[in-house]
């Protein structure tokens, strides 16, 4: 067995998800190719138009879609793994470096689903070296096959940089990635001029590299938001210039512009709800970005754009089939006004949002999914600055037990709701039931963060206050006391300004 067959039975595989037999595949073809590697000649064989088509482009999906993490939407990113139908792969090094880029890309897919970023980064950028190879060795211009391949290696190795946090070289990856749709849209034009069968005269084909530079240019935007620096201005152009894609995009469904003829692709064009979430998309990712600028009411019409056009999407013909993508779209667009709004101090005004960004979520994700639980502590909070004590603690109560379920009781995010259910019970006079809440948190948060953590000091200064206004004094010093001796300095003495700080917060916000 060869490694490109050995390459598409783990794209068979992958494909009916089996992704253990894949990787064993994927691994084996790669080790076959290092091994072969040194016995391929060093020549170059120039791509007749035959040849042109033996890499059929798979459409990129939105990465939220993919993960269901609302912090991804307008992203998107390459998941159908590639098989290696070459001809003469063995004769020329350009046809060996593309499989070999192929084959270690289709192995970055499963290392992304498994969220093993790292790998996926690494094997990615051993994938680009190959494609380097065949620019580097006096190739005055690139192969189509070569810059699909580029295109698509790109984006998935920016993706897996910016789920890294490596937001200054994702936005560089998703840079270079912007520049190729254009380019291979071009050779297509070019192609069809000259009359060659190519993939070029397909809508389906021009909408797929229509749709990856859309994905490419709202990549960009978010990681060269979330970098912050320089060059975060840029950003907002990059939406602007992703939102005008969507015309085009849905010019291509309609099989008009974009290379004429029919759809030669078994994948039909985007339908027209599909470019409403694009739309949606872009308006979610400009808002984020005003929002992260604090420019609270461009975002918060950005965000109500959003939700109009995810409203509309979710009434569209087709929305039985995927209207929990316009849903979850719509709830992270809710979210983000609510909090803009709560930012803002328009508490009142936030409740309705977070209540709906929570509704969503829930029905859509489950109560113990990390959006509905933010979005649920969000609604918490505007309830507990509005001092409707009762309904917040409710809200705090049922985010802590799917808390503690989802994070563990001693998670930092647990043991803050727990905190405010403290808070709450004290401000109602409830002095037992705040007593308890002391307690839970102050063993989770020792147990998880040590004693001498400035939110275990906050806690034990809040029971101490608790017991004094319980008319409990002689507890209440015991428990204060406690907060001094953590709060000692180390050469003994005490320090009396950090233990107004700690009494300070207990006070303070939430």
Not at 10 to 17: A, E, F, K, Q
Not at 87 to 116: F, G, P, R
Not at 298 to 324: K, L
Request: glycine content about 8%.
């Amino acid at each position: 067995m060869t490694a490109m067959s050995l390459n598409d039975h783990g794209v068979d595989y992958h494909l009916c998800g089996n992704l253990t037999a894949a990787a064993k595949c994927y691994e084996g073809a790669i080790q076959m190719q290092c091994v072969t590697r040194t016995t391929v000649k060093s020549k170059r064989k120039h791509q007749s138009s035959n040849e042109r088509q033996q890499l059929d482009m798979p459409e990129p999906l939105p990465e939220s879609s993919i993960c269901h993490d609302s912090s991804l939407i307008g992203m998107g990113r390459f998941v159908t793994p590639l098989k290696t139908n070459f001809h003469h792969v063995d004769e020329c090094t350009n046809s060996y470096d593309a499989a070999t880029a192929m084959m270690l890309y289709n192995l970055s897919l499963l290392k992304m689903s498994q969220s093993q970023f790292v790998l996926a980064k690494d094997l990615l950028e051993v994938a680009l070296m190959d494609l380097n190879r065949n620019v580097d060795d006096d190739v005055d211009e690139e192969t189509p096959l070569f810059a699909r391949l580029r295109l698509m290696i790109l984006t998935n190795l920016g993706m897996s940089l910016y789920r890294l946090g490596r937001y200054d070289e994702a936005a560089d990856r998703f840079e270079d990635a912007c520049a190729l749709p254009v380019l291979l849209l071009q050779d297509a034009q070019q192609a069809q001029a000259q009359h060659e069968v190519y993939l070029g005269h397909s809508p389906r084909y021009a909408n797929m590299l229509l749709r990856a530079l859309f994905f490419s240019l709202l990549n960009c935007a978010r990681a060269l938001d979330a970098a912050g620096g320089h060059r975060s201005h840029e950003a907002l152009g990059m939406v602007r210039d992703a939102g005008g894609l969507c015309e085009t995009i849905g010019s291509c469904s309609e099989n008009k512009g974009c290379g004429g003829g029919s759809s030669s692709g078994s994948a039909a064009p985007p339908s027209e709800t599909e470019c409403t979430d694009l739309l949606s998309g872009a308006a979610y990712v400009e808002a984020v970005i005003y929002h992260t600028r604090g420019k609270h009411e461009h975002a918060e019409a950005s965000y109500r754009q959003c939700i109009e056009r995810s409203s509309s999407r979710s009434s569209g013909p087709d929305h039985q089939q995927s209207s929990s993508t316009a849903a979850l779209i719509a709830a992270a667009a809710y979210d983000g006004l609510g909090h803009s709004l709560f930012d803002r101090r328009h508490l009142s005004a936030s409740v309705t949002p977070l209540r709906t960004s929570w509704s969503l979520r829930s029905s859509h994700l489950g109560e113990g999914h990390a959006d509905s639980i933010d979005s649920l502590y969000a609604l918490g909070r505007s309830l507990h600055d509005l001092e409707q004590m009762v309904d917040a603690l409710a809200v705090y109560e049922r985010t802590y037990r799917l808390q503690s379920k989802a994070l563990g009781p001693g998670h930092v995010d647990s043991l803050r709701t727990a905190c405010n259910v403290a808070r709450i019970h004290r401000t109602c006079g409830n002095g037992a039931a705040a007593l308890e809440a002391c307690d839970t948190a102050i063993v989770g948060g020792r147990e998880s963060l040590g004693g001498s953590h400035p939110f275990v000091l906050d806690m034990v200064a809040t029971k101490g206050v608790v017991l004094h206004e319980m008319g409990r004094t002689e507890e209440a010093s015991k428990v204060l006391m406690d907060v001094v001796q953590w709060t000692t300095d180390a050469s003994g003495s005490s320090n009396p300004a950090v233990f107004k700080d700690h009494l300070a917060k207990c006070f303070g916000g939430r």
